[in-house]
């Protein structure tokens, strides 16, 4: 039994949900918006932690 497996990024598995899926219910499609918030809140942490770098240097 040989598999081939391929890594995937958030973003691109995003992506293809957006393209692929008609959703039948709204589970599939609350999980997507949880992520998409969570990447943002990810980014904005990124950028708050690079302003405060700047602030206390």
């Known amino acids: 039994m040989n598999k081939e497996y ?3 990024t ?3 598995y995003l992506k293809m949900l957006d393209k692929d ?3 039948v219910n709204n589970d599939a499609k609350t ?3 949880n992520v ?3 990447l943002i ?3 904005r942490a990124q ?3 690079k302003l405060l770098e700047v602030l206390l240097a």
């Open 47 to 49: 950028t708050n932690a």
């Open 36 to 38: 998409e918030k969570y």
């Open 21 to 23: 899926v008609k959703y």
């Open 31 to 33: 999980i997507k918006e």
């Open 10 to 12: 958030v973003y691109d």
């Open 41 to 43: 809140n990810m980014r």
């Open 6 to 8: 391929q890594m995937v």
